[in-house]
């Protein structure tokens, strides 16, 4: 979870600031791109573990047990954001420190 966390933020970073997509496609592009780090991730580990680990069981953990979170992050990530934009703490483009 450490990597696809990590992952989440270096691609929302990126999708958000660098690309200048909007908040929901850098949200959905990064979740995406963080799940496959961590079906990538978790077929390493299990492969050294001895244990299978197919695209079944990626889906499972992936997707079908992680909806709430999914669902939750899409609703409560873009409030954030959005009320830390408004009180002018956070702008979209990166400020420059003197």
Not at 15 to 23: G, R
Not at 32 to 52: D, Q, S
Not at 53 to 65: E, M
Request: proline content about 3%.
């Amino acid at each position: 979870m450490m990597v696809e966390l990590c992952a989440y933020g270096v691609l929302t970073g990126l999708f958000y600031q660098t690309l200048h997509q909007k908040l929901y496609v850098s949200l959905v592009g990064a979740m995406l791109g963080g799940r496959v780090i961590y079906g990538l991730v978790n077929a390493v580990f299990m492969g050294v573990a001895g244990k299978p680990y197919g695209f079944a069981a990626f889906l499972s953990g992936a997707f079908l047990t992680a909806w709430p979170g999914i669902l939750l992050q899409l609703i409560v990530v873009p409030l954030l954001v959005f009320t830390l934009q408004k009180s002018g703490l956070w702008s979209r483009t990166l400020r420059q420190s003197e």
